[in-house]
Every structure is written in structure tokens, then in C-alpha cells.
């Protein structure tokens, strides 16, 4: 039983054996051709590297260009446009952007990828939002912030009283938030925001845009329609500018 077991073991080993020499005869005899491609591979993928870092070097100002003016959102789409080339090259960039500069991807309402950037001006503006709200400078009180301050006008005392009767809370008397909130007769980038329930950065991006007056309408509880004044940096309602 011994004998056989070494034959048998001695067989495995031979079938094991030729292999392994064929291999070894190989390699001798064809190791210079493989070292070759070995380094034709490197050197392929060496000059790959290099056209894509100059190419991304003329991609750049594009890139750029697009954060500055979409408050650091960019889709692969915008760049795709805008540098006009195809839509996996643009992904892939933005890809190798958002590993680089820490990019968050959010997924936006119309079903598509957006790549967040935060920039300083943005991460200034978030700040911002966060800051207890500041204090006004001094304007001209308006007509309605005149209403507020002055005490109401005293009533007849009447002989007999009569209970008074309690009545549920009417449109006139929700416009009074709205009022007090205009005491100056403006509102500031947060307090619009938390009025339309956005986020300030939302307000910041839209306030210039000719649609924000109706855009703003649609999210303002009373549909009133806002505006943004360059000069004092603040939002009057157009109803007010009307009445003014």
C-alpha cells in the first residue's frame, strides 16, 4: 500500500511539474518581448495622464467661470454646454473636481446630479443666515409704521356695557405680522427667507433675477410680490413701493 501511495504521489507531482516548467520555459524565452509591453502599457498610460491634466488645465477657466455665476452648483450638463464637448468627459471632470475641492452631490428636483462647491462668498452668506437678524440703520418711518406707533384713539365711555363679542382671526389681523415686520418698511435677506420658508442662499441667488417679483409671490404666504434694491441691499414689496 506504501509503494502505490509514493507512485501515486509521484504522479501528482510529474502532472504538477510539467506545468510549472513550460511556464518557467516561457518567461526565459519570451521575457525581453514582455518587459516591452510592460512598458509600452506605462508609457500609454503615463502620456493618457498628461493629455487629460492639460486638457483639464483648459477646462478650468470654464469650470470657474460657471461656480462664480451659479453660487457653486454646476451639473454636468452646464459644463457640457458651456465647454461643448460630451457629457461622460464633463462627469468625469467634475468627478476629479469634487474629490479634489470636497464637493458634496445632491440630487435635484427634476431628477438630475448637482455638484455643491462651497465657495467663500457662500459659506459667508450661510453664515450670515445663521447671525442673530441685525439692526436696521435709521430710515423714514413709512405711513404704516406711522399707524403702529401712534396709540389708537381713545373710545366714548358708554354708560351701559355689553359684552363684547369674540371673533375668530381674519385676514386684516394676519396682515398685521406682516406690518410689524415693516417697520422700517423693508426686510433683509434672512427675513425674507424665513417668510418664504427657503433657505437665504435661495433668496441671495434669485434676488436679481427679473422673475423674482412673481417667484417670490408664489412662495410669500399673503402673495405679495417682493423686490431687491441694489442701493440699500434690502426687499420692499411692490405694493408698498406702489403706495410710497
Request: aromatic letters at 10%; hydrophobic letters at 40%; charged letters at 25%.
Amino acid at each position: 500500500m506504501s509503494e502505490k501511495l509514493m507512485e501515486g504521489n509521484g504522479k501528482a507531482f510529474l502532472v504538477l511539474l510539467l506545468p510549472i516548467s513550460f511556464l518557467i520555459i516561457f518567461l526565459v524565452s519570451t521575457w525581453k518581448a514582455l518587459l516591452v509591453l510592460i512598458l509600452l502599457a506605462l508609457g500609454f498610460n503615463l502620456w493618457q495622464q498628461y493629455r487629460w491634466q492639460k486638457w483639464c488645465q483648459q477646462v478650468n477657466p470654464i469650470f470657474h467661470q460657471l461656480i462664480r455665476e451659479n453660487q457653486g452648483q454646476i451639473t454636468p450638463m452646464d459644463l457640457a454646454i458651456k465647454g461643448s464637448f460630451s457629457g461622460s468627459v464633463a462627469k468625469r471632470y467634475l468627478d476629479s473636481k469634487a474629490a479634489e475641492f470636497g464637493a458634496s452631490l445632491r440630487n435635484s428636483e427634476e431628477g438630475g446630479e448637482v455638484y455643491y462647491f462651497i465657495t467663500a462668498s457662500i459659506l459667508g452668506n450661510i453664515l450670515d443666515s445663521s447671525e442673530p437678524v441685525k439692526k436696521l440703520p435709521a430710515q423714514p418711518v413709512t405711513k404704516t409704521a406711522r399707524s403702529l406707533l401712534e396709540p389708537p384713539p381713545q373710545q366714548p365711555v358708554k354708560e351701559e356695557t355689553e359684552p363684547e363679542l369674540v371673533t375668530p382671526a381674519t385676514h386684516t389681523e394676519a396682515q398685521r405680522s406682516l406690518e410689524q415686520q415693516l417697520v422700517f418698511g423693508s426686510l433683509i435677506q434672512s427675513e425674507l427667507a424665513k417668510r418664504l420658508n427657503v433657505y437665504s442662499s435661495t433668496v441671495y441667488k434669485r434676488r436679481n433675477d427679473p422673475e423674482f417679483p412673481e417667484w417670490s409671490r408664489s412662495k410669500d404666504p399673503d402673495g405679495i410680490a417682493w423686490t431687491f434694491s441694489e442701493k440699500n441691499k434690502e426687499f420692499f414689496p411692490l405694493e408698498e413701493e406702489g403706495k410710497n
